[in-house]
């Protein structure tokens, strides 16, 4: 058992790092393509599938630490198909993204939650005659990693873990903990629990699980600031996980894509279903599959369901957006944030998110946000 999770981990990484490679190589070869012409006219270059139309240019964006992976290939791929055009993403947080976006020196943002009210409202001061909305594009479990010298399998709850990053547990080796991972000898190891120091759409999406999983044991609300007095703070979802890779006796919370990458083990949720649930892509999309658009209008915002028992669902996700403004973009880069985003919620973009250990947004969600995309001006 313990060698087959090692090895599912080893394997989803290097199929990662295979996918990532294949683009560096289709990068390096897209000059000698005969034909490929680049960003112009509305043709798709012959180094890949890609659309690129009128994009051209610089175009920056910023946001969701939590899709920097995912967003790392999208944009190596995209500027490999498309000559001529620049995509810097900024990975740093959905709260400084969403703040860049409203002061209108980004084309787009990307974010973990979904815009709130007030920020829409801050958005129409910069999308003229329109307003930001959220366009649903990276799904995937939020893992909960851990660093346990001797441990390679544990299994916990949504109370336990509401009391560990509470502090409320502090030993491995508790009986909340013992009770739910039968025959595993647990050391008798203080708990280092660690959190993002950050504004965090990660930090509110683990909060929502909690608080709807867990309500007698997680009292705070879901916000992007981490709420609970005590604990570990690190930056940003990398910072986070290296703190786990680190620390023997460190648990923290971070994308799927952060533990394969660096071979952290993962805990399984006893979601009280038939069996603990492993963090996988697989098990997260069958969670996400169940979301319903909340949004309205062209906004296509998603409410999902913490609290699933179904068979293999893995129930701590998050849904990453990309914010745009459905009217009013700058006319310098309407035109590419276009073409980008058609490519990252295609075929060919969506494919690649299972390989880096994200979640595809399920089919019937993803045809509305390509017709939004259409759409924007």
């Known amino acids: 058992m313990k060698l087959q999770r090692k090895n599912r981990l080893r394997a989803t990484a290097l199929g990662a790092l295979a996918v990532s490679g294949a683009l560096v190589l289709t990068a390096c070869g897209s000059d000698d393509n005969s034909g490929s012409t680049g960003g112009n006219g509305g043709k798709?270059?012959?180094?890949?599938n890609i659309k690129c139309d009128d994009a051209k240019g610089q175009l920056l964006a910023s946001g969701s630490s939590a899709q920097k992976n995912a967003m790392d290939l999208w944009v190596k791929n995209y500027m490999a198909g498309c000559?001529?055009?620049?995509?810097n993403y900024k990975s740093s947080s959905s709260g400084e993204g969403i703040i860049a976006f409203n002061q209108g020196t980004v084309g787009f943002a990307g974010s973990d939650s979904a815009l709130k009210p007030e920020e829409v409202a801050e958005s129409k001061k910069m999308c003229k005659g329109g307003q930001g909305i959220n366009?649903?594009?990276v799904g995937g479990p939020i893992a909960i990693g851990y660093h346990l010298e001797g441990v390679d399998n544990l299994t916990l709850d949504a109370p336990t873990l509401a009391k560990i990053f509470d502090t409320?547990?502090?030993?491995?080796n508790d009986p909340a903990i013992a009770k739910l991972n039968s025959g595993v000898k647990l050391p008798d190891k203080d708990i280092?629990?660690?959190?993002?120091?950050?504004?965090?759409?990660?930090?509110?999406?683990?909060?929502?699980?909690?608080?709807?999983?867990a309500p007698n044991d997680w009292k705070?609300?879901?916000?992007?600031?981490?709420?609970?007095?005590?604990?570990?703070?690190?930056?940003?979802?990398?910072?986070?996980?290296?703190?786990?890779?680190?620390?023997?006796?460190a648990i923290g919370y971070f994308e799927l894509s952060y533990a394969t990458s660096q071979s952290i083990s993962t805990v399984d949720i006893d979601t009280g279903g038939a069996a603990p649930v492993e963090a996988t892509s697989e098990n997260a999309s069958k969670a996400i599959a169940a979301a319903k658009i909340k949004g309205t209008g062209k906004d296509?915002?998603?409410?999902?369901?913490?609290?699933?028992?179904?068979?293999?669902?893995?129930?701590?996700?998050?849904?990453?957006?990309?914010?745009?403004?459905?009217?009013?973009?700058?006319?310098?880069?309407?035109?590419?944030?276009?073409?980008?985003l058609n490519y990252t919620a295609g075929d060919e973009g969506q494919k690649l998110l299972t390989e880096a250990g994200y979640a595809p947004i399920p089919a019937e969600i993803n045809a509305k946000v390509r017709e939004t995309i259409a759409s924007l001006s």
Not at 192 to 213: C, I, M, P, V
């Open 220 to 249: 705070y609300e879901a916000e992007k600031k981490w709420p609970a007095p005590q604990g570990q703070a690190a930056s940003g979802s990398s910072g986070v996980a290296a703190q786990v890779k680190q620390v023997d006796g």
């Open 300 to 340: 296509l915002a998603l409410e999902l369901d913490y609290t699933t028992k179904a068979e293999g669902a893995y129930p701590i996700v998050l849904v990453t957006y990309e914010v745009v403004c459905d009217k009013g973009n700058k006319a310098e880069t309407l035109s590419t944030v276009k073409s980008f």
């Open 44 to 48: 798709t270059s012959a180094a890949s």
């Open 83 to 87: 000559s001529g055009v620049e995509v």
């Open 192 to 213: 280092q629990a660690f959190h993002r120091s950050e504004d965090s759409g990660t930090t509110q999406n683990l909060g929502k699980y909690l608080g709807a999983a």
């Open 135 to 137: 366009l649903p594009m």
């Open 168 to 172: 409320k547990i502090k030993k491995w």
